[in-house]
T-cell receptor, first 114, second 109 residues
Framework: KAGVTQTPRYLIKTRGQQVTLSCSPI?????VSWYQQTPGQGLQFLFE???????NKGNFPGRFSGRQFSNSRSEMNVSTLELGDSALYLC?????????????FGQGTRLTVV | GEDVEQSLFLSVREGDSSVINCTYT??????LYWYKQEPGAGLQLLTY?????DMKQDQRLTVLLNKKDKHLSLRIADTQTGDSAIYFC?????????FGTGTRLQVFP
């Protein structure tokens, strides 16, 4: 059974640009969550999607957005990049926290904004 | 508020036991998790415990839960150099995981 796949693994962007990250969850999982990890702030929740609907959103500016497709794959987009957006972006796949107990993470996408 | 706390560092000798502690705030959390992160990698789910349990053992890992004190611990028996990593505890919030700051475990020979 394939794990959670995030692409790309590494990305370098310039301030002001926009970026799209992709996450393919484990087959059969309908929930995808996104987290930002930085040395200063730790792991911060961005948003969670379940069956194409955003159910929860963290405290991030509107420049951070996401969506989920009918096959449960999810993308997150960051527009007008700032230096502080440099981070490891992790996505987690689960059956949905209301039922399934386990959330599995991908390897992450390391975004560097220069 | 939502806040999960962990000590930042732990250093142990190879072969000894490691105990990583965590305190959480949401008494309604149904599940509590331990994740491991190695350098440059994502988060690996190690184990989890349901809130109505006091203890869970899985090979070298033992999780203890004290609901009264909202205290969670992870004990690693016979710690190996390959156990060197950052360990995160997490509780379930509303459709999300709330993570602790992570404890960096260093194992020395």
């Amino acid at each position: 059974k394939a794990g959670v796949t995030q692409t790309p693994r590494y990305l370098i962007k310039t301030r002001g640009q926009q970026v799209t990250l992709s996450c393919s969850p484990i087959s059969g999982h309908r929930s995808v969550s996104w987290y930002q990890q930085t040395p200063g702030q730790g792991l911060q929740f961005l948003f969670e999607y379940f069956s194409e609907t955003q159910r929860n959103k963290g405290n991030f500016p509107g420049r951070f957005s996401g969506r989920q497709f009918s096959n449960s794959r999810s993308e997150m987009n960051v527009s007008t990049l700032e230096l502080g957006d440099s981070a490891l972006y992790l996505c987690a796949s689960s059956g949905g926290f209301g039922g399934n107990t386990e959330a599995f993470f991908g390897q992450g996408t390391r975004l560097t904004v220069v | 508020g939502e806040d999960v706390e962990q000590s930042l560092f732990l250093s142990v000798r190879e072969g000894d036991s490691s105990v990583i502690n965590c305190t959480y705030t949401d008494s309604s959390s149904t599940y509590l998790y331990w994740y491991k992160q190695e350098p440059g990698a994502g988060l690996q789910l190690l184990t989890y415990i349901f809130s109505n349990m006091d203890m869970k053992q899985d090979q070298r890992l033992t999780v203890l839960l004290n609901k009264k004190d909202k205290h969670l611990s992870l004990r690693i028996a016979d710690t190996q150099t390959g156990d060197s990593a950052i360990y995160f505890c997490a509780e379930i919030g509303t459709d999300k995981l709330i993570f602790g700051t992570g404890t960096r475990l260093q194992v020395f020979p």
